[in-house]
């Protein structure tokens, strides 16, 4: 490959499903996930080192419905696309076809080629980052996931949400520039409590909303 080439896009699924968390609950939406991560490598046997060592997700490979590699942004782009138009559901939304672009990492490969792609296909382009890779612009919503202490490179965008409790002060993200706040409480054997800590501390701290993992209590992929 020349080094003018730009790399293919490596995917692990394509799938169409609901908005599980955050402002956007409950849209319908395609989660394109991308495979790679900068803050863990998908190695259980790394997950004791790793920066984010509670993530839930397998962001590992290609090999996930949808997945595969993409030669192109267009290809990519028109991959989604045809996901959203294959389900009847996602056709007769009165919405605009909604993409996730997320992972593993995106902004790894998230390059503005890819979001004009999607815009030209008719997608409105959303992101869940962990915000330590510039994003490029035109990304029409941009949710930012703090995780361990990874240094932030996206300080503005539309959704702060914080997986809580990880060794992380809330108050510490309140001066950078978003449109709303999300605390959510991490998952795991500690859920009830930590889910109780969220909930008094939304309480006392109106400025930040609760989000909760919705697709996990009803069984949406």
Not at 68 to 97: I, M, N, Q, Y
Request: some cysteine; aromatic content about 10%.
């Amino acid at each position: 490959m020349s080094a003018l080439t730009p790399k293919p896009f490596a995917v692990k699924e394509i799938y169409f499903t609901l908005q599980g968390e955050g402002a956007h609950t409950g849209r319908a939406a395609v989660f394109c996930r991308f495979a790679g991560c900068n803050l863990w490598t998908g190695r259980e046997s790394d997950r004791a080192v790793a920066t984010c060592d509670f993530c839930d997700t397998d962001f590992v490979g290609t090999d996930g419905p949808g997945g595969g590699t993409f030669a192109s942004p267009v290809a990519l782009a028109r991959a989604v696309r045809a996901c959203w138009d294959a389900d009847p559901r996602a056709r007769a939304a009165s919405e605009a076809p909604y993409v996730v672009f997320t992972g593993g990492e995106p902004g790894l490969q998230l390059r503005a080629e890819l979001v004009e792609a999607c815009h030209a296909a008719g997608l409105v382009v959303a992101v869940e980052t962990n915000g330590t890779v510039v994003l490029p612009e035109g990304i029409d919503w941009v949710t930012v996931s703090p995780k361990g202490d990874g240094a932030l490179a996206v300080t503005r965008g539309h959704e702060l949400k914080l997986v809580w409790p990880q060794g992380l002060d809330p108050t510490s993200f309140e001066g950078l520039d978003f449109e709303c706040f999300f605390l959510q409480p991490k998952d795991g054997v500690d859920y009830d409590v930590n889910l109780d800590a969220a909930m008094r501390y939304c309480r006392a701290h109106p400025r930040w909303r609760l989000s909760v993992q919705t697709h996990k209590y009803l069984g949406i992929p």
